[in-house]
C-alpha cells in the first residue's frame, strides 16, 4: 500500500484564535470517501466526514501555532511553524508530503511538494483540511463561552461586520492578534 502525508491548515484570516494545521498518513488507494476542500463542505458534511477519515486515516498529528506566536512571528511563520509541527507528530514516517498551498516550511523543504488547490484535488490534503477545520470550529466555539458576545461560535474569529463592532463594544480580548489591523487599530484608539 502507497501513503502519502496530506497537510492543510485553517485560521489564517481571522483576528482570533489559533492558526490550526494538521497532518494525516493516508493511503493513496482510499476509493471509498469522496473528500474536498473544507471550505466547500457544509459544517454538516464535514463533521459526517471525520469518523471516516478517522477510521481511514493510518495517523493524524495536528499543530498549532498560538496567538502570542502569530503576533510574534507574522501569520505567515506561525503558519509554517504549525505545519512542521503536525508533520513532527507523525513521527518518523517515510511518505511523500503533500501541503496545500505554494509554500513547503523552512523544515520541510527537500521531503515537501507545495500544490496550489491541493484541498480540492488531493484527498491526503483534504482529510487534513476537513479535520482541522473541524479541530478549529469546535474550540472556537469553546472560547465563545469563555469570551462572551463576540460571536467566536458563528464566525471563527474572522473579520465579519459583528465582530468588528464587539471589538469595538468589548475591547480587544486575551485570544485577538493583536498584530493585526483591525485589532491593532482599535488597540491604538483606546
Not at 496567538?67 to 505567515?76: A, K, M, S, T
Request: hydrophobic share 45%; glycine share 10%; aromatic share 4%.
Amino acid at each position: 500500500m502507497s501513503l502519502m502525508i496530506g497537510v492543510d491548515e485553517v485560521g489564517r484570516g481571522p483576528l482570533a484564535g489559533p492558526v490550526v494545521t494538521c497532518a494525516v498518513l493516508w493511503p493513496e488507494d482510499h476509493g471509498m470517501i469522496a473528500l474536498d476542500d473544507s471550505k466547500k463542505l457544509s459544517a454538516k458534511k464535514r463533521e459526517t466526514l471525520v469518523p471516516l477519515i478517522r477510521d481511514k486515516a493510518i495517523k493524524i498529528s495536528f499543530g498549532r501555532a498560538e496567538v502570542d506566536e502569530i503576533d510574534r512571528l507574522n501569520i505567515l511563520h506561525a503558519t509554517m511553524l504549525a505545519m512542521e509541527r503536525a508533520v513532527a507528530g507523525l513521527g518518523a514516517v517515510d511518505a511523500p508530503i503533500r501541503i496545500d498551498g505554494n509554500r513547503v516550511p523552512d523544515g520541510l523543504k527537500g521531503r515537501a511538494l507545495a500544490v496550489v488547490g491541493g484541498d480540492g484535488l488531493i484527498a491526503a490534503i483534504s482529510a487534513a483540511s476537513i479535520l482541522a477545520k473541524v479541530a478549529r470550529d469546535e474550540e472556537m466555539t469553546a472560547l465563545a463561552e469563555m469570551y462572551p458576545g463576540y460571536g467566536f461560535e458563528g464566525h471563527a474569529g474572522y473579520p465579519t461586520k459583528a465582530h468588528i463592532q464587539a471589538l469595538e463594544t468589548l475591547g480587544v480580548s486575551p485570544i485577538h492578534r493583536r498584530s493585526f489591523g483591525p485589532v491593532k487599530r482599535i488597540l491604538e484608539n483606546a
